[in-house]
């Protein structure tokens, strides 16, 4: 079965720092673009950061400069690095990615099931 499966949430204080990871697991031809989306409550889920298979990022303004996107080929993971965190940046993240399955197969669309990131004092 294939799954992204995600870690590195937590608790931190303002000015902080936290490492989000994302593994693709399963049966695996390539993994295209990535990306993470953040999800704060009552509110609609934006995109944060997105790199390209070959490695070219874009970020959300309100993350750039803070905020630094990469990927382990060898290993289909993703990751961000959260530097000077604020109480803005409290969400629930979600990693997304573009898996194709077999060669010469479709693209598809994973999500994975997030994971709580709290910055508080």
């Known amino acids: 079965q294939v799954q992204l499966v995600e870690s590195g949430g937590g608790l931190v204080q303002p000015g902080g720092s936290l490492r989000l990871s994302c593994a693709a697991s399963?049966?695996?031809?390539?993994?295209?673009?990535m990306a993470w989306y953040r999800q704060a409550p009552g509110k609609q889920r934006d995109l944060v950061a997105t790199?390209?298979?070959?490695?070219?990022?874009n970020y959300a303004d309100s993350v750039k400069g803070r905020f630094t996107i990469s990927r382990d080929n060898a290993k289909n993971t993703q990751y961000l690095q959260m530097n000077s965190l604020k109480p803005e940046d409290t969400a629930v993240y979600y990693c997304?990615?573009?898996?194709?399955?077999?060669?010469?197969?479709?693209?598809?669309?994973?999500w994975g099931q997030g994971t709580q990131v709290t910055v508080s004092s």
């Open positions: 790199i390209a298979g070959d490695g070219s990022t």
């Open positions: 997304n990615a573009d898996l194709r399955l077999r060669r010469a197969g479709p693209i598809l669309n994973y």
């Open positions: 399963g049966s695996i031809f390539n993994v295209n673009a």
